[in-house]
């Protein structure tokens, strides 16, 4: 099994962060199901502030580019992303487009 760490930031409005927690205290069905489709085992977000940081860990078959194809192909995985997209705001050194940053790992006990 792999592990992957991604974060983002949200925009920084007390009201703001508290709908997109109300929002993940139960995700759409369709949303945990692509989820769950693209070998993503255990997903985890904690936030600190207006950051958020994800831990995932996903079978042998994950791939991010699959992934991606898939919720492309997906209208309510994109009504999701766009809906979160109210909430979220890219890092300052993100692609053009890109959420979620891939985080690098320095240290393991």
Known sequence: MKKYCLTVDL???????????AHHKTIWPEIEKSIRDAGIESMEIYRVENRLFMIMEVSETFSFEKKQAADLANPR?????????????????????????????????
């Open 11 to 21: 925009i920084n409005d007390a009201k703001l962060i508290a709908e997109y927690e």
């Open 77 to 109: 995985v994109q009504e999701w992303e766009t809906l979160m997209w109210n909430y979220q705001q890219a890092l300052p050194f993100a692609n053009p487009g890109e959420k979620w940053v891939l985080m690098k790992k320095i240290f393991q006990l």
